[in-house]
């Protein structure tokens, strides 16, 4: 019999990914989330959606219901399928066995969370696995990150200031010149302390997805970025296949003895496909269908190691699939026209398979697999059409119902001894 299913969340992408993967082998799921109509609910696959409150605003609550909805419901694999993997990890510190003895929650320990966490952290752990990466200084007040870009302009680098333990591109400046530097300084950063400061690296942007178990490679796929969206997420990609990347892989889960789901975004410097350097990473899987379509089932692969099946030889995926995500589309498009006959054009495009759409298929909304997952799609491309400046206010309200947010991160923090 096919085990009980229960995903961490409801309303990300990623989570919406993995019930179409999941669905489309014959898995059906439960979700949590703090509405019952979230994102991933319109799906034939998906069997009850759990009430909980939202990781940013009650993590403790959120954690309470998890537990009891695992114990009493018999759930057998706990999937988290967001940033709720940290809080799990950290429930663990305390209770190797949470949320029971009866639910396998495929995660690292929060040890190794900890060594990827935030960009610092990973700088130092890709070093130390012999992984490229841009030169990274980390810096706590307006005058470090002056003196720290100054540094970098004067050997005739640009760089990139992030916030050290931020996600995407919400905080994420480029310093190109002297002049800018000096409006940085004028202004302050406003991100949030620490920060760090990168060397900017030029070449394409794309990202790799992996399994683990106990250190071991199961399968592994990469993408590039063909269209960016919203804070930095992809709206049109296309997959690679990057040896070297596959061995940068290997050679980190086995530094980490990672547990399940990562995933890395590196820049290629020139376009040299021998020469990925890594700026990011992602504690579970993200975005799975362009895998799923390139032969590699990383969902069913992180249930087999839940579950401690063996799943065989490692499994890599094919290039040359193009895939779109519509929703993200729609969005940047709103965002960046405030137009209401650019967004229906858009949503024509994509429809027509136009323009930069040409080739792909959609991961978000599969129709022809599932048909309730238009509904979602429709009516969001109805309240752009009413106001497409409210754009940025859906998508700030749906990262607020799934990301962990300064509380949930605290929570973990306090619950694992690290302080945050």
């Given at each position: ?140 007040s307006d005058g470090e990150l002056a003196f720290a870009i100054a540094g970098l302009l004067e050997d005739g680098r640009e760089c990139v200031v992030k916030m050290d333990a931020g996600t995407g ?211 969001l491309l109805a309240m752009l059409l009413w106001n497409p400046r409210q754009a940025r206010d859906i998508n700030r309200m749906v990262v607020d119902s799934f990301a962990l947010g300064p509380r ?13």
């Amino acid at each position: 019999m096919a085990p009980k299913i229960l995903l961490s969340e409801g309303s990300s992408l990623s989570a919406r990914e993995i019930v179409t993967v999941l669905g489309r082998a014959g898995r059906a799921v439960e979700l949590c989330a703090p509405l019952r109509r979230c994102f991933c609910s319109y799906s034939q696959w998906v069997r009850r959606v759990h009430v909980l409150p939202a990781t940013s605003s009650d993590p403790a609550a959120y954690l309470e219901g998890v537990r009891a909805i695992c114990r009493e419901g018999r759930v057998e694999v706990l999937l988290p399928s967001h940033e709720q993997a940290y809080l799990f990890a950290a429930c663990r510190v305390r209770d190797p066995s949470w949320p029971g003895a009866a639910t396998a929650v495929p995660i690292a320990p929060f040890s190794a969370f900890r060594r990827i966490q935030t960009k610092s952290a990973l700088a130092d752990t890709l070093a130390a696995a012999g992984l490229p990466h841009p030169p990274t200084r980390v810096v706590r007040s307006d005058g470090e990150l002056a003196f720290a870009i100054a540094g970098l302009l004067e050997d005739g680098r640009e760089c990139v200031v992030k916030m050290d333990a931020g996600t995407g591109s919400a905080h994420q400046l480029c310093v190109r010149s002297r002049a800018e530097a000096d409006a940085l300084a004028a202004r302050g950063f406003g991100g949030g302390w620490p920060a760090i400061v990168q060397a900017r690296v030029g070449g394409p942007l794309e990202r790799t997805q992996a399994v683990f178990s106990g250190g071991r490679l199961l399968a592994a796929h990469g993408y590039r970025q063909l269209q960016p969206g919203l804070s930095g997420g992809d709206v049109v990609k296309e997959s690679v296949l990057r040896p070297a990347v596959i061995a940068h892989l290997g050679a980190l889960g086995a530094h980490l003895r990672w547990h399940g789901g990562l995933s890395l975004d590196y820049i290629l410097e020139g376009g040299d496909p021998n020469r990925p350097v890594y700026l990011d990473a992602n504690p579970r899987l993200v975005e799975p269908v362009n895998a799923y379509l390139g032969g590699v089932d990383l969902p069913g692969r992180l249930l087999d190691v839940a579950l401690g099946r063996d799943s065989g030889a490692l499994a890599v995926g094919r290039a040359g699939i193009r895939t779109r995500l519509g929703i993200p589309g729609l969005m940047e498009c709103a965002v960046a026209t405030a137009s209401r006959a650019a967004i229906a054009r858009e949503a024509w495009r994509q429809r027509l398979r136009r323009g930069s759409y040409a080739g792909t298929e959609e991961e978000l909304n599969p129709g022809r697999w599932d048909a309730a997952a238009a509904v979602p799609y429709i009516g969001l491309l109805a309240m752009l059409l009413w106001n497409p400046r409210q754009a940025r206010d859906i998508n700030r309200m749906v990262v607020d119902s799934f990301a962990l947010g300064p509380r949930g991160y605290a929570h973990a923090g306090a619950l694992a001894g690290t302080g945050g």
